[in-house]
């Protein structure tokens, strides 16, 4: 141990803060380094305000431009715009926090008949299935399909 400890007291006082704010930086809530972009469009208010009942589905494809999606559904139509907010951390994990749908319906006469923007609350969750379709044969390692091999 040296004698003269007072010397160090500084420089583990100050590795100490640099420590607290480096892990500090990690956490997401607590300022940490996250990166927000937006993928697909970008729904502005004010282009959201001239998309109204009775416009041509030309003049919505140039307020809007193309949409990202279209459905029909007998003799109606809709277009869909959809606006995704994710958040990566430093270290690569993302997640969605924010997502706007906006859905623009048309009716046979190609005119907007009415418009909808859906948010993540009005989302469903619904269950992945896991099931695996059964193959031909037995299920064999890499290592029980050499040894079989001879």
């Given at each position: 141990?040296?004698?003269?400890?007072?010397?160090?007291?500084?420089?583990?006082?100050?590795?100490?803060?640099?420590a607290?704010?480096?892990?500090?930086?990690?956490?997401?809530?607590?300022?940490?380094?996250?990166?927000?972009?937006?993928?697909?469009?970008?729904?502005?208010?004010?282009?959201?305000?001239?998309?109204?009942?009775?416009?041509?589905q030309?003049?919505?494809?140039?307020?809007?431009?193309?949409?990202?999606?279209?459905?029909?559904?007998?003799?109606?139509?809709a277009?869909?715009?959809?606006?995704?907010?994710?958040?990566?951390?430093?270290?690569?994990?993302?997640?969605?926090?924010?997502?706007?749908?906006?859905?623009?319906?048309?009716?046979?006469?190609?005119?907007?008949?009415?418009?909808?923007?859906?948010?993540?609350?009005?989302?469903?969750?619904?269950?992945?299935?896991?099931?695996?379709?059964?193959?031909?044969?037995?299920?064999?390692?890499?290592?029980?399909?050499?040894?079989?091999?001879?």
């Amino acid at each position: 141990m040296p004698k003269n400890t007072k010397n160090y007291r500084p420089i583990l006082f100050t590795s100490a803060i640099a420590a607290i704010i480096g892990l500090s930086a990690c956490a997401p809530g607590l300022g940490g380094f996250t990166s927000v972009r937006t993928q697909g469009y970008e729904i502005s208010e004010s282009a959201l305000q001239q998309v109204r009942v009775g416009q041509s589905q030309d003049l919505v494809i140039a307020v809007m431009g193309s949409p990202q999606t279209q459905g029909n559904f007998g003799n109606e139509s809709a277009f869909y715009y959809v606006e995704t907010k994710i958040e990566q951390t430093t270290f690569g994990l993302k997640t969605v926090s924010e997502r706007t749908v906006l859905a623009v319906y048309f009716d046979r006469n190609k005119r907007v008949s009415d418009k909808a923007v859906y948010t993540l609350q009005d989302g469903r969750l619904f269950a992945m299935e896991t099931r695996r379709t059964a193959s031909f044969g037995l299920d064999r390692t890499f290592v029980e399909q050499i040894l079989a091999s001879f």
